[in-house]
């Protein structure tokens, strides 16, 4: 593609040139340089601040405009950036991208003006409308939440790292949690004290939230979960069940379903089958038992139709009398011709731990063998 503009002796004339233009390049593509906290491009997250670099290049005496977003840690100048909002660009070389902002064609491109804005100071705020649209699904935070996790680890943030060495997970387990496991920074409104809670999405319209520091409620009470308010299309707090689907199992031959309680647990039997595995918590409810067994008993009868093979339910409740009881209801709402239900691997493989993950941070490899042994041998069916 050939680009007519203005015609220059040199690519760093050019390079000048269009750092002089910097401003009025992003506003052609509807980004706005003077706004505090504004919505990334690059992860959706309301952390986007420009500035200028404190160095003066030759011939652009304020500096080159440069941007960093404190979600996903996006950092660049108008180069970076464009390659990112433009399609046509992202594999582009600097070269040809210059050329093709200085050309005439891309200079007579209008501007996109987001006009909900206010002038406060200095600085742009944005201007906040009188009724805020309710949030109907959490898409957005989920993602930006999984992209926090990935940063926070590998930057070895102390308090994450800590928490999850606790739990029994080490290093190599980090890898299987990206995906699967976010990060929320989240401050209490009443106390101003900042938390970075763990997310476990259940679906697109709910996720369950884990503190890790103590939170403790006006009256006094030590909450550990907070589940997400509920948006019109929420059905369930079950962590991974959306992932239980008539496609996932017959591609992956996962016809063996594990079934936790909790959240920790199910991330702990995921991880030490490397994510190889289909595994869900029930959030400790049993007010789920009859969406869980209405759900599994319709994918079983799709999955035995197009495959000829049953699924096998693992039930790995936690070993004290809610977990007796929530099992036995359980196994007795998934009797179906289509399922075999295997209720009592707990007692076998929690010896001694009340639950998965406290059984990993005593004993992990007899755990893992353990589990190991009961898909196999479920599989051989």
Not at 5 to 10: A, D, T
Not at 98 to 125: A, C, H, M, W
Not at 184 to 204: A, H, M
Not at 301 to 308: A, D, L, P, R, T
Request: hydrophobic share 35%; net charge positive; proline share 2%.
């Amino acid at each position: 593609m050939a680009f007519v503009g203005v015609k220059y002796n040199s690519f760093n004339q050019k390079l000048i040139e269009l750092h002089k233009q910097d401003e009025e390049i992003l506003a052609k593509y509807g980004i706005q340089t003077d706004i505090e906290d504004d919505e990334c491009f690059n992860c959706g997250a309301e952390k986007l601040n420009f500035f200028y670099s404190k160095t003066n290049k030759e011939g652009v005496e304020r500096g080159y405009l440069k941007c960093k977003c404190f979600s996903c840690n996006f950092t660049g100048d108008v180069l970076d950036i464009v390659k990112v909002v433009d399609p046509n660009l992202k594999n582009s070389k600097p070269g040809m991208i210059v050329e093709y902002l200085l050309s005439e064609e891309f200079q007579k491109r209008p501007n996109i003006i987001d006009t909900n804005r206010e002038y406060t100071g200095v600085k742009k705020v944005r201007k906040k409308d009188k009724k805020e649209k309710p949030i109907t699904d959490y898409i957005k935070f989920i993602n930006i939440w999984y992209g926090n996790l990935k940063i926070r680890l590998t930057e070895r943030n102390e308090e994450i790292t800590s928490y999850l060495y606790k739990r029994g997970f080490n290093k190599d387990d980090f890898k299987y949690m990206y995906g699967y496991l976010g990060l929320e920074d989240w401050t209490n409104e009443d106390t101003g004290k900042n938390y970075q809670n763990f997310i476990f999405p259940c679906s697109d319209y709910s996720f369950i939230r884990r503190l890790i520091k103590e939170y403790y409620t006006k009256k006094g009470k030590l909450l550990r979960y907070m589940n997400s308010i509920s948006v019109p299309k929420t059905e369930h707090y079950c962590y991974l069940l959306e992932m239980v689907t008539v496609n996932r199992i017959i591609k992956n031959n996962f016809f063996n379903i594990y079934i936790c309680e909790g959240t920790f647990d199910t991330l702990t039997v995921r991880i030490l089958f490397k994510n190889q595995c289909l595994c869900f918590a029930t959030a400790g409810a049993g007010s789920n038992h009859n969406l869980i067994a209405t759900r599994l008993k319709k994918v079983a009868k799709e999955v035995f139709f197009k495959s000829g093979k049953k699924l096998n339910i693992v039930t790995l409740f936690d070993v004290d009398k809610a977990g007796e009881k929530g099992k036995d209801n359980l196994a007795e709402l998934l009797k179906d011709d289509c399922i075999r239900v295997y209720k009592n691997f707990s007692k076998m493989i929690l010896k001694n731990g009340k639950d998965v993950n406290e059984e990993l941070q005593i004993n992990r490899s007899e755990l893992e063998n353990n589990l190991h042994i009961i898909d196999n041998n479920l599989k051989e069916l």
